[in-house]
């Protein structure tokens, strides 16, 4: 099997991540499996919502630290019937497709063991024909290969897909980029946290109190 460089890249950042947050912590970075994360009613969401997810793996915790936020990942929804789908970048939801754009139903999303805490936004400078298309958008990048490069070098993880839909819709929409420079990766890289600090509707969060988290500066 061929190593793409995107895969080198995720498991450098496993490997930095749980020595960085050993060293951080003080404690061992692998935690036994949570149980599963209440889903919100799909008839609470709508195509082009957005989608955070803190995960239970090393490198989402050390991406809760390098951003100070609570989330660790994000999608867009793009589909909420006859079940509720997401797309996403991610490396390794999927052993069978990694490192690419995934369209994932929302219960696997969440899943125990990928999941501690889940919450949905809804962009409120988007109308809902907007968001819509940013859906649409999204989708159809499905099987695109993940690119875990900093700012201006045609990057393609899961902060990135979601900031190429929305900015088909509104060009201007500037969510903050934050520079990082740790071992193996340096640059500018876009968070979920920046998406937490736009102008959203708050519409679900597993647990209630995560979503006060991801919204703090």
Do not use: K
């Not at 979601?162 to 500018?188: C, I, K, S, T, Y």
């Amino acid at each position: 099997m061929q190593i793409t460089r995107a895969r080198l890249a995720a498991l450098a950042l496993s490997a930095l991540a749980l020595f960085a947050l050993a060293a951080l912590t003080g404690s061992n970075p692998l935690r036994p499996a949570a149980p599963p994360v209440p889903l919100p009613p799909a008839r609470a969401l709508q195509p082009g919502d957005w989608v955070f997810r803190s995960g239970t793996s090393a490198d989402s915790r050390l991406i809760q630290r390098l951003s100070g936020g609570a989330y660790s990942h994000i999608g867009i929804v793009i589909q909420t019937a006859p079940q509720v789908l997401v797309a996403h970048a991610t490396t390794d939801d999927d052993p069978a497709r990694p490192d690419q754009v995934l369209i994932t139903p929302l219960a696997d999303f969440a899943a125990a063991g990928r999941a501690t805490a889940v919450a949905v936004a809804r962009p409120r400078f988007l109308t809902a024909a907007q968001r819509a298309a940013a859906a649409r958008h999204a989708a159809a990048r499905a099987g695109q290969p993940f690119r875990l490069t900093a700012e201006g070098d045609r990057p393609l993880y899961c902060t990135t897909l979601v900031l190429e839909a929305v900015r088909q819709q509104v060009p201007g929409f500037a969510p903050a980029w934050q520079a990082v420079d740790v071992p193996v990766f340096g640059g500018r890289y876009l968070f979920p946290q920046a998406f937490a600090l736009a102008d959203v509707e708050w519409i679900a969060a597993s647990p209630p109190q995560a979503q006060s988290q991801a919204a703090a500066p």
